[in-house]
């Protein structure tokens, strides 16, 4: 009788706890926890990320050159220093005042759009520069072809994002004046070096001179990409 006493003691409170872990285990699930294990929640989550990246792509309000297209600069500037074949100091004599259009590349009224302008304009004009015969005989052409193939990266990242800012506004960003400024720029340096029938001063103090102008264009660059 104790046995028995026993058991039908703790009878009650072992059904008590297996209702208890019953109920707790069979306790229906919140909406939050149901959506959670969804199939359909990772496919929302992938919808609602690829909004977001094609948002970023095209409702950009302009170009913003990746930083990636700033170390693409002074790689080219480390190029251009890497050519030089003779002191400038015996080149003193050479010297010359090519009259740098310092106004269309640091001027403080310059839009961005208009500076990417000028950068494709110095980068194409410098690319044209060391893709001449004459600068094929002055060289190294093995840095010649490494500077060629930099400056041609620098010139599909500024092309892409001169369609992008042309897109945006439907007309050209460069102005004459500007355009003009360069172009005279670099036409000189060009008649420069026939007058010294490309010597290899002529060359050097060419190669400062156009390291000058890619300073000030990266330097202008830069200070636009900051403000991204």
């Not at 001063?201 to 300073?215: D, L, P, Q």
């Amino acid at each position: 009788m104790e046995t028995m006493g026993s058991y039908l003691r703790h009878r009650p409170e072992g059904r008590s706890s297996e209702n208890k872990e019953s109920r707790f285990t069979e306790s229906p699930t919140s909406p939050g926890e149901a959506s959670a294990r969804s199939p359909m929640a990772p496919a929302w989550s992938l919808l609602l990320a690829l909004l977001l990246l094609s948002c970023n792509a095209i409702c950009s309000p302009g170009c913003h050159l990746p930083h990636i297209h700033s170390l693409a600069n002074r790689r080219v500037l480390m190029l251009l220093q890497q050519l030089r074949r003779v002191s400038p100091s015996s080149c003193l004599q050479d010297r010359n005042d090519f009259a740098f259009p310092q106004e269309a590349l640091g001027g403080s009224q310059l839009q961005k759009a208009q500076a990417i302008s000028v950068l494709h304009e110095v980068t194409q004009h410098t690319s044209q520069l060391f893709s001449t015969e004459g600068s094929a005989a002055a060289w190294d052409e093995s840095l010649l072809d490494k500077l060629r193939a930099a400056l041609d990266q620098q010139l599909t990242d500024l092309q892409a994002c001169l369609r992008q800012e042309e897109g945006l506004r439907g007309v050209p960003l460069l102005k004459k004046d500007s355009s003009l400024a360069v172009r005279k720029y670099f036409h000189r340096l060009t008649l420069y070096l026939q007058e010294k029938r490309h010597s290899p001063c002529a060359w050097e103090v060419v190669r400062a001179e156009v390291m000058r102008a890619f300073s000030s264009s990266t330097n202008l660059q830069e200070s636009f990409r900051r403000k991204d």
